[in-house]
């Protein structure tokens, strides 16, 4: 017999944001022209492009490819002033690792109000203190942890790093200044955030490797590596993807996302729904230029918890252990208003990191989920969502994410499966992640039944 498949809305989720600061920043390394293809353009990208051009490199923007144009990072401008990183998190980790092994580097990192808040030593701590590198404030305080920083690059001796947080921007940061030393460099973490770095290294050619040993993993660059021009494709945002995913789900609209990035890493949001028995249907899509292999997601139509997809396993992902955090840092407030409507209580264990992202984003998801009438509460740094919300059940709610782009995201998915209009402030903050996210957010709920 054949099926015939069942209809679904196909919906277009931004490139990913994690890939392009890391291939901005490889391409600005490089010395010559690369090429980007299907980069995300967004207010943390153009941070990133802002600082890069202080520093010697160009861009050209042409339709959907990026064309870059450097000098290499051996002739970059040694006294850029200050690299303004906005609200990204990512630029200015990233360029504290790699500015710290440029000899004759005086550059001032810089952000918003919120990045000021968050915490930066964090990349050099990890460091021995014999590596070369000087950080400090801008009036001379060597010990502060917080932006504006003044870096000054030295030639660095290889070093072993270890760090306690499983950061993905702490172990990108340190692999990219081991590519500027003259020998073997480590840096020893905890196990499972994601690894874009490592990969395009590998795929670039550049002397870099990982290794997993049970709760830790080990990078090794043997440097000096130098990156050669290239030219990658963006796969889709997993983290971005999900939003879609829940606007989907929610409001009962069976969608297709099409070229997600399939890394692992980065789609265990999937398998946390897996646990709460929501399947998303996954097939690999082919393409010879991706920097890391993708996906087309089918997600589901399921009605606020009343047409269950299986009736073997309890609604709720019941337990979701600390090791699984970093793979899902930036989805647990997704998942969170997700399974805000299962059957059953779902609870995040170990979240202290979301307490340093774009806003305190524990207090904010449940700060959030409280006022569309879920009684989530955080203790200590656990995360606990009894379930049972009903789309009906909604009030009309007030939010302030507090310019935190993805708490304004999960309160606009929440706004839409209400039916309501709600008073959430700032909802321009998306703009850093995904700035067309209200458009595609109304086509979604166009195509609901319940329209
Ligand atoms: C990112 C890593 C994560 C994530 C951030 C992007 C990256 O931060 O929250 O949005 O691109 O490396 P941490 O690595 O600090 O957890």
Redesign the pocket.
């Known amino acids: 017999m054949i099926r015939r498949a069942e209809p679904h809305h196909e919906v277009a989720c931004p490139p990913d ?2 890939i392009t ?2 291939l901005l920043v490889l391409a600005g390394m490089a010395c010559g022209k690369s090429s980007i293809l299907s980069p995300l353009v967004s207010g943390d990208t153009r941070a990133t492009i802002r600082c890069l051009e202080k520093l010697g490199v160009r861009f050209d923007l042409q339709g959907d490819r990026l064309e870059v144009e450097s000098p290499g990072v051996a002739r970059w401008n040694r006294d850029p002033g200050i690299l303004d990183c906005g609200n990204s ?2 630029t200015a ?1 990233l360029l504290i690792g790699v500015l710290s092994s440029v000899p004759g580097m005086k550059a001032t990192i810089a952000g918003d109000e919120s990045l000021s808040r968050r915490p930066m030593r964090r990349v050099l701590q990890a460091l021995p203190a014999d590596a070369g590198v000087r950080i400090e404030s801008p009036s001379g305080d060597t010990g502060a942890d917080r932006l504006p920083l003044v870096i000054y690059g030295a030639k660095l001796s290889p070093f072993h790093a270890t760090s306690k ?8 940061a340190l692999t990219l200044a081991g590519l500027g030393c003259d020998g073997e460099t480590t840096i020893t973490l905890p196990a499972g ?2 690894n ?1 770095t490592e990969i395009l290294c590998v795929r670039l050619g550049l002397p870099v490797s990982a290794e997993r040993y049970g709760a830790l993993e080990t990078i090794t660059v043997r440097g000096p590596g130098e990156v050669q021009p290239f030219a990658l494709r963006v796969p889709g945002d997993p ?1 971005s993807a999900m939003f879609l995913a829940a606007a989907g789900l929610l409001a009962g609209v069976r969608c297709m996302i099409p070229g997600i990035c399939a890394n692992p890493l980065r789609t265990a949001a999937l398998d946390v729904l897996e646990q709460a028995s929501i399947q998303i249907q996954r097939t690999p899509v082919r393409a010879d230029d991706l920097s890391e292999p993708a996906e087309n997601w089918i997600v589901p139509a399921w009605l606020d918890g009343s047409k269950p997809l299986t009736r073997s396993r309890a609604w709720g992902a019941e337990e979701i252990p600390a090791a699984w955090v ?1 793979a899902i ?2 989805e647990v407030p997704v998942l969170a208003t997700i399974l805000a409507f299962a059957q059953g209580p779902s609870m995040f264990r170990g979240l202290g ?1 979301l307490r340093v ?1 774009e806003s305190d984003r524990l207090a904010g998801i449940v700060r959030l989920l409280n006022a569309a009438g879920c009684a989530a509460l955080a203790e200590g740094d656990d995360l606990i969502i009894p379930g049972g919300l009903k789309a009906k059940a909604i009030p009309d709610f007030s939010f302030d994410p507090e310019g935190d782009h993805r708490l304004a995201m999960c309160a606009m998915v929440l706004e839409q499966v209400a039916q309501k209009t709600c008073n959430i402030s700032d909802r321009g903050c998306v703009e850093v992640s995904f700035p067309d996210f209200e458009r595609v957010l109304l086509s979604i709920a166009s195509k609901s039944g319940k329209k």
């Open positions: 944001k994690s600061h890391r998190g990512t980790r947080v499983g950061s993905a921007q702490v172990k990108s955030s994601r874009h983290s970093p840092i930036d990191e992202k």
